[in-house]
């Protein structure tokens, strides 16, 4: 079991950064962590991943870096040159041996 706390959304401009970090409450190392995001009337979509490898979503792509810090249990979302399309209930999510966790999500919004 993991739990997980997301922190950092809010209400920005288009074109400006936000950075989202989620805490775990255990160790994370042997964890794939990483972002799904759900706009409304949308499907949950991965934004970003973190394990044996780091993926990204083509619609993020150079505009998103996520940063994991096993020493902290924590793993951020970097976001720049933020879009209103980027708007969404951002989750911060882990798996290992086939379980997977989630957190309760934090609101992102990018709108003038």
């Known amino acids: 079991q993991v739990q997980l706390v997301e922190s950092g959304g809010g209400l920005v401009q288009p074109g400006e950064s936000l950075r989202l970090s989620c805490g775990a409450s255990?160790?994370?190392?042997?964890?794939?962590m990483g972002w799904y995001r759900q706009a409304p009337g949308k499907q949950r979509e991965l934004v970003a991943t973190?394990?044996?490898?780091?993926k990204y979503a083509d619609s993020v792509k150079g505009r998103f870096t996520i940063f994991r810090d096993n020493t902290k249990n924590t793993v951020d979302l970097q976001m720049t040159s933020l879009k209103p399309e980027d708007t969404g209930i951002y989750y911060c999510?882990?798996?290992?041996?086939?379980?997977?966790?989630w957190g309760q999500g934090t609101q992102v919004t990018v709108s003038s």
């Open positions: 999510y882990a798996v290992f041996t086939g379980s997977d966790y």
């Open positions: 255990r160790t994370i190392n042997r964890f794939t």
């Open positions: 973190s394990g044996i490898s780091t």
